[in-house]
């Protein structure tokens, strides 16, 4: 299993922008020093509060030349926000300062503040996402190409460089709606899912994913990463009172904040209803907050139900954990948890 820390870039209160960035790459270089097999990078954009994360692929590739071994990845770029040739360019470029270290997580976001923004019609958003991977497949796998959509048009254009990887970096699409998982699945890219969802509803989907991609004809059951907010102490009860303030604050920001420019009127309803939700619920159903052995059980739940073959792990969930604590709970998941993996 690919054990991968998520990180926000957040910004803590009375935290300045310049120690967000600070903190969370001395975060990440510790992360590589300890084994973790890679990181990932959200992006957020008109948050001041929340995070300084707005362009992931310019911190990658400042990621790259500051580490050797971790692999260095997006969880996720918004696609539909970009111009897909300059996507495909950049992403290249980190690709081959990291000597094929990049993963290109992409994804829609199911938010509309960000559409809002800058001004592109969530409305187009899922057409806009695959036409730009449409053309940014092309730009990778072609000298020369043209393409005529209905969002993007060029003539006779020449990406350079190339990937460094062949015939391009593994790209794993983000998928939530239940129609999305056979799309992906028949186009044969990995997948990020939420440990928010359902497990019932999870395991139907996945079901769905993999079944289009054996009608399509890709071989194996496919990647799957699971996205959860994770934190580990040798002290049960620590494990649940330290993250939990800053548990509480990401469930609130979400109702109070997230739930305005939520895509639907169902994800909108769903964050406000999590502000009622109980700690100790939360503990049981969405995040997995315990010790090493706990934290391990829970996971090889995970991998045999699912079969994932990944965790995204949110190692600040809500971004308020004081750093000393965030690195102690990564060291016990290096240390005492993966192993249970490998």
């Not at 970009?82 to 990049?102: C, H, M, W, Y």
């Not at 904040?257 to 503990?283: C, F, H, N, Q, V």
């Amino acid at each position: 299993m690919n054990f991968g820390m998520f990180t926000d870039f957040h910004v803590r209160k009375g935290m300045s922008q310049p120690e967000a960035f600070d903190e969370s790459f001395a975060q990440i270089i510790e992360a590589e020093k300890m084994g973790i097999d890679s990181v990932w990078l959200a992006e957020h954009h008109f948050s001041p509060d929340r995070s300084v994360l707005a362009s992931p692929m310019v911190l990658c590739s400042a990621l790259a030349a500051r580490t050797s071994k971790i692999r260095i990845g997006m969880a996720v770029q918004v696609l539909p926000l970009t111009n897909p040739l300059r996507v495909a360019e950049e992403a290249a470029t980190v690709d081959q300062i990291s000597k094929g270290r990049f993963e290109f997580g992409i994804g829609r976001s199911g938010l509309t503040k960000y559409y809002q923004g800058y001004n592109v019609d969530y409305a187009e958003s899922r057409a806009r996402f695959f036409e730009a991977l449409e053309v940014i497949m092309s730009a990778w796998s072609n000298p020369q190409f043209s393409h005529e959509g209905e969002f993007y048009s060029y003539r006779d254009v020449t990406v350079v460089p190339k990937p460094y990887q062949e015939p391009y970096p593994p790209t794993r699409i983000a998928v939530a709606s239940e129609d999305t998982f056979s799309i992906v699945g028949k186009m044969g890219h990995p997948i990020f899912i939420s440990a928010n969802t359902p497990l019932p509803q999870l395991q139907e989907r996945l079901g769905l994913y993999r079944q289009a991609r054996i009608d399509a004809g890709h071989s194996g059951p496919g990647e799957v990463s699971m996205r959860v907010p994770i934190y580990v102490s040798e002290e049960p009860g620590k494990a649940k009172s330290e993250p939990e303030a800053s548990t509480l604050h990401a469930i609130r920001y979400g109702a109070e904040e997230l739930s305005k420019t939520a895509a639907t009127a169902e994800g909108a309803e769903r964050l406000r209803k999590m502000a009622d939700t109980p700690y100790e619920e939360i503990l049981q159903n969405r995040v997995i907050f315990g010790t090493p052995d706990a934290v391990t059980d829970r996971l090889k739940e995970f991998e045999e139900e699912l079969g994932i073959t990944g965790v995204v792990m949110e190692v600040n969930y809500g971004g308020q954990i004081p750093n000393p604590h965030v690195v102690n709970s990564v060291r016990l998941l290096a240390e005492k948890v993966m192993p249970a993996f490998k």
